[in-house]
């Protein structure tokens, strides 16, 4: 094996040349690997926020006197005399999803209760049952909002 | 897997790797409170380092030094005396977690102090509420290092184990975690080594077995300041039902033999178990349950109370511990100072029907009032009535 004295002097790697070329090497890898992290930061999506909004699908399906449960929604939609009447069934003590009851509603957590109406029967809530926004659209569908 | 519990909003990751945890109570639904509103931790972090990083507490976020941030909130444990949510407070003022009582008690009796009122807690405390003739205002530190009498210096080394914030003696008859979760986390007979796979429950049905990790395992000796292990339990005695009898409360040797068959938080009121909210300087000043509580005297019948109002407290306990379906309407017993026993109830024909908290049991309470007892009215300590009413006799 020649030494570094006996190679012509073209093919010598010289240390100055060495270490230049590996602190390129290391700053390019470096570089690649921040800009991979930035590109993976730049591009992370959040989880997207729960809709605000629900189309529960044609109003005739929900006959008059009916009570439904709508568990994605977190509601109960109600068909009154009146019209469409939709009550959130999170509790507003502590957002546990409150149970239909014979007298209302009751939180199975922590024990409040509620009228029909949605009214604080009993504690620890100390509000009502939160109304939601019912709108019938034009093609019969029936549109929940939740916000 | 993500989790966006109703009361934050936020989506959180714990249920990727802890999806098999029980739920920690019905009070206390995953789905709501998801994990990192209790526990702290990185919500979003699927390395387990870094997502239990900033955890609280580590396993237990209901020790003391982090309490307040784990379970209060005025809509949780830290709300008003009024709303009886100000659970954190009262149980940060109890003699069970200031061990005042202890501490005053041994430094009077080693010069330490002129007179046996609490000056110094494990920590310190203030109480901007008084509202016992014994409550205090504040109490200062324990520091040993300032002690100069060798037995209180003795007593800081060996006797501090079995307070609210103190880590338990070793060993499966100690086993308790610090903070709520000493009472309410149900540990007895667990063996509990650091890193051993954990539980995940509270409750307020709580096991004469849970009291008995600190109170029935031995005495602390004034002698020698030492503890001194029960030498008359036979090998791990706890969870056994045989060995009821035997391993139920001795405090100081004093076993009434009478109750035995209750659990201690049946008799004893959250007011009495977990403080008043006010700092006391003895037990003697917050604990007040006699037998005459719930048996009456020669004279009269125990107090009751007729629930009235849905938001009653009783309702609420009773809600929480459903041994029992109490209503509006019921009559409960109440003690002297009005707390409900609300596992105490009146049924048909008068007769009052107790009803285990942690057993579901149901036990008639015989009235002393028309019975052939022969007690004499100003004599209502128990050992009076262990005279005649003890397991022997």
């Known amino acids: ?147 | 897997m993500a989790l966006t519990p109703t009361l934050t909003g936020q989506p959180e990751y714990c249920l990727t790797c802890h999806a098999d945890l029980p739920e920690i109570s019905p009070s206390h639904p995953v789905e709501t409170f998801g994990c990192v509103k209790c526990h702290g931790g990185e919500r979003l972090a699927l390395d387990a380092d870094l997502a239990h990083s900033t955890m609280r507490g580590g396993q237990n976020p209901s020790d003391f030094s982090v309490v307040e941030a784990s379970c209060g909130g005025s809509d949780c444990h830290s709300g008003s005396a009024g709303q009886d949510r100000d659970h954190i407070h009262r149980v940060m003022t109890s003699v069970q977690a200031t061990y005042a009582g202890a501490i005053a008690g041994v430094r009077y009796a080693f010069g330490a102090q002129p007179d046996q009122t609490a000056r110094l807690g494990i920590f310190a405390i203030d109480d901007a509420q008084v509202t016992t003739s014994t409550g205090l205002t504040s109490l200062a530190a324990f520091d040993p290092a300032t002690e100069t009498a060798p037995p209180v210096i003795a007593f800081a080394q060996n006797c501090l184990n079995c307070h609210l914030a103190a880590d338990p003696l070793p060993g499966a008859d100690y086993a308790r975690f610090t903070g709520c979760a000493a009472c309410h986390t149900p540990t007895a007979g667990m063996d509990f080594q650091p890193n051993a796979p954990t539980i995940h429950r509270l409750t307020t049905a709580i096991p004469y077995t849970q009291c008995n990790t600190c109170h029935n395992r031995g005495n602390y000796s004034l002698r020698d300041m030492q503890f001194h292990p029960r030498t008359d339990l036979y090998g791990r005695s706890i969870e056994r039902p045989d060995d009821r009898l035997q391993d139920y409360y001795q405090p100081i040797g004093q076993f009434t033999k009478c109750e035995w068959e209750l659990d201690c938080v049946d008799c004893h009121t959250r007011g009495e178990a977990m403080g008043d909210g006010d700092i006391h300087s003895h037990k003697l000043e917050i604990q007040y349950v006699q037998c005459r509580t719930c048996h009456g005297t020669l004279a009269e019948s125990p107090l009751t109370r007729t629930i009235a109002d849905p938001n009653d407290v009783a309702l609420r306990l009773a809600f929480l511990n459903p041994v029992l379906d109490l209503k509006v309407g019921d009559t409960i017993m109440v003690t002297e100072k009005g707390e409900a026993l609300w596992n105490v109830r009146q049924r048909p024909g008068g007769r009052f029907e107790m009803v285990g908290k942690a057993t579901g049991a149901r036990y008639t309470v015989p009235l002393v009032k028309g019975s052939a007892c022969t007690q004499k009215l100003d004599q209502q300590e128990s050992r009076y009535c262990h005279e005649c009413h003890a397991v022997q006799r």
């Open chain 1, 1 to 147: 094996m020649p030494s570094n004295a006996d190679m012509p002097n073209g093919d010598r790697l010289s240390r100055r040349d060495f270490l230049s070329l590996t602190t390129r090497g290391l700053l390019s890898l470096s570089g690649l690997l921040g800009l991979g992290g930035l590109i993976r930061f730049l591009s992370y999506r959040p989880d997207p926020a729960p809709p605000a909004q629900f189309d529960l699908g044609l109003a005739a399906n929900y006959p008059p006197g009916s009570r439904t449960e709508l568990a994605d929604a977190r509601a109960l939609l109600i068909h009154t005399p009146n019209g469409f009447v939709a009550y959130s069934t999170i509790c507003p003590h502590l957002g546990c999803r409150v149970q239909p009851a014979d007298d209302g509603f009751k939180c199975p957590c922590h024990g409040s209760r509620f009228d029909r109406q949605g009214a604080v029967l009993n504690g620890p809530a100390a509000r009502p049952l939160r109304i939601l926004r019912v709108e019938e659209q034009a093609d019969g569908h029936l549109i929940l909002h939740t916000d």
